[in-house]
C-alpha cells in the first residue's frame, strides 16, 4: 500500500534562512507527488506537483522540490524563509483508483513550520 | 472565481448525536472529496464523488457516516451517531473533473464530547 513519511514534525528556523523539508514515500508506480501548505483556520493549498518530466519543480511563493526516484524522496526547499511562511505543510502522493478512475491523494502527517524573527 | 464553501465552520456535540457538514464546490467542478483530518495527521480521504455517483468510499465508516451528493453540486457529510474519535477537521475540496488539481474548503472543526 502507499505511504508518506514525513520524519520532522516540527522544524523552526530564522528568517532569511533557507529551508528543507523532507517527504519520503512508497508506492510501486511512477508517483504524482504534491506539496500542501495549511494555515491556521484554513484549507489547504497546492504549492507545488510532480507529474513527470524535470524533477526540480518550481511552485508558488518561492518554494521548489525535487524527486528523487533512487531514494523515494521529495523535499521541498525554499532558499530564504519568511515570516509568513509559518505553516504546516503536508506531502502528499496521488494513487490511481482503478475501479472508478481519477486517483486520490494519500498525505503525511504534516511538518509545522515556525519561524523565528 | 469562489473558492469552496463548508458550513458550519466550527461544532461542537455530544457524543451519540447526530450532526451534518455542507460543502458547495467551486462552480463547474464535476468531483467532489470529503476529508477527514484527525490532529497531528494528515487529511484521510473519506469519500469521492464524481457528479452525483460515487467514485471511492473504501474509507467511509458506513455504520456512522454517510455523504450524498444528489445533484451533483452540493454534498452534505453525516454523522449519526458520533463517537468522541470523530473528533476531527472535516475538509470538502473540488476538482474540475478526475486527477484535476483540488481545492480545498476551509474545513469543518467538529468536537465531540
Known amino acids: 500500500a502507499q505511504s508518506v513519511t514525513q520524519p520532522d514534525i516540527h522544524i523552526t528556523v530564522s528568517e532569511g534562512a533557507s529551508l528543507e523539508l523532507r517527504c519520503n514515500y512508497s508506492?510501486?508506480?511512477?508517483?504524482?507527488l504534491f506539496w500542501y501548505v495549511q494555515s491556521p483556520g484554513q484549507g489547504l493549498q497546492l504549492l507545488l506537483k510532480y507529474f513527470s518530466g524535470d524533477t526540480l519543480v518550481q511552485g508558488i511563493k518561492g518554494f521548489e522540490a525535487e524527486f528523487k526516484r533512487s531514494q523515494s524522496s521529495f523535499n521541498l526547499r525554499k532558499p530564504s524563509v519568511h515570516w509568513s511562511d509559518a505553516a504546516e505543510y503536508f506531502c502528499?502522493?496521488?494513487?490511481?483508483?482503478?475501479?472508478?478512475?481519477?486517483?486520490?491523494?494519500?498525505f503525511g502527517t504534516g511538518t509545522q513550520l515556525k519561524v523565528e524573527l | 472565481e469562489a473558492g469552496v464553501a463548508q458550513s458550519p465552520r466550527y461544532k461542537i456535540i455530544e457524543k451519540r448525536q447526530s450532526v451534518a457538514f455542507w460543502c458547495n464546490p467551486i462552480?463547474?467542478?464535476?468531483?467532489l472529496y470529503w476529508y477527514q483530518q484527525i490532529l497531528g495527521q494528515g487529511p484521510k480521504l473519506l469519500i469521492q464523488f464524481q457528479n452525483n455517483g460515487v467514485v471511492d468510499d473504501s474509507q467511509l465508516p458506513k455504520d456512522r457516516f454517510s455523504a450524498e451528493r444528489l445533484k451533483g453540486v452540493d454534498s452534505t457529510l453525516k454523522i449519526q451517531p458520533a463517537k468522541l474519535e470523530d473528533s476531527a477537521v472535516y475538509l470538502c475540496a473540488s476538482s474540475r473533473d478526475r486527477g484535476d488539481e483540488q481545492f480545498f474548503g476551509p474545513g469543518t472543526r467538529l468536537t465531540v464530547l
Open positions: 502528499a502522493v496521488a494513487v490511481l483508483i482503478l475501479t472508478g478512475g481519477g486517483n486520490k491523494l494519500t
Open positions: 508506492y510501486g508506480a511512477t508517483p504524482y
Open positions: 462552480s463547474g467542478h464535476a468531483t
